[in-house]
């Protein structure tokens, strides 16, 4: 069952979409060469404490901390560690959450840490982060959920990979449902896997988190002993982006993002949804 959303369930959405904004501003500025990812989850956790929210993330599933913190060839899941010290050339996947009243917000992104950056590197953020615009863009009134996943992969095809081959497209792990929990129905494939057929039609209150995973190698992956970092089973690095969107009837509002997505989505062509709390 899809969980559907009235407009006073999107704006307390909304509230959780942008404490995880903070976590991201916030986590971002502190990501830096010495740095270890165990200080970006406590940055993070001043942050849910400075605005009365909740981590969704600590205790799910017996996950010890409130950030995931992936770091180079790390997918995702990657648990925050004074051991993981980041370092110049580094690139980290930062995905978090909040909870207020009891609605969720999810969202991540991909840093660079330092300086000096692979032109590959720069790329592959950069496809991973416009693929989930792709697939935003394609949340529309009357579309069905394969639409989305249509629109993530069939962008992430069209770019060329410096010095040639394919991107990965991570096969085990895509977007969800968000509302009351984190992870609800229904699941969001990144690409198109005919045998699951089209999928719900997307009407007013659907709420997903949109989550492109991608590498410069393998779309395959592996979970290390600590049941919970996935890596590429090939070591090559990847990146990861998110945003959670609630679908209204005046258009699709990223709940995680500051400005509501009215930016990127302008460049789509759409409109981004009123923001219930401007």
Known sequence: MVQ???????????????????????????????????DLDE???????????????????????????????????????????????????????????????????????GSGHAPELIELSRVTEESMWAGIAAMKLGNRLVDISRAIETYIRRQPKPGGGKYGIIEDYGGHGIGTEMHMDPHLLNYVEKRRGKGPKLIP?????????????????????????????????????????????????????????RAKLAGHGITAAPDPLA
């Open 4 to 38: 559907i959303k009235t407009p006073e369930q999107i704006a307390k959405m909304r509230e959780a979409g942008l404490v995880v904004a903070a976590i991201h501003a916030a986590t971002r500025e502190a990501a830096v060469p010495g740095a270890s990812t165990k």
């Open 43 to 113: 940055v993070a956790r001043k942050v849910l404490a400075d605005h009365n929210a909740k981590p969704n993330f600590l205790g799910y599933g017996g996950f010890p901390a409130t950030i995931c913190t992936s770091v180079n060839e790390v997918v995702v899941h990657g648990i925050p560690s004074d051991e993981v010290v980041l370092k110049d050339g580094d690139i980290i996947s930062i995905d978090c959450g909040a909870i207020i009243d009891g609605w969720h917000g999810d969202a991540a992104y991909t840093a660079f840490v």
């Open 205 to 261: 209150g659907f709420c997903l988190a949109i989550e492109p995973m991608v590498s410069l190698g393998t779309p395959k992956t592996e979970v290390l002993s600590d049941d919970w970092t996935v890596i590429t089973t090939d070591g090559t690095w990847s990146s990861h982006w998110e945003h959670s969107i609630a679908l209204t009837e005046e258009g699709p509002l990223v709940l995680t993002a500051p400005d509501g997505g």
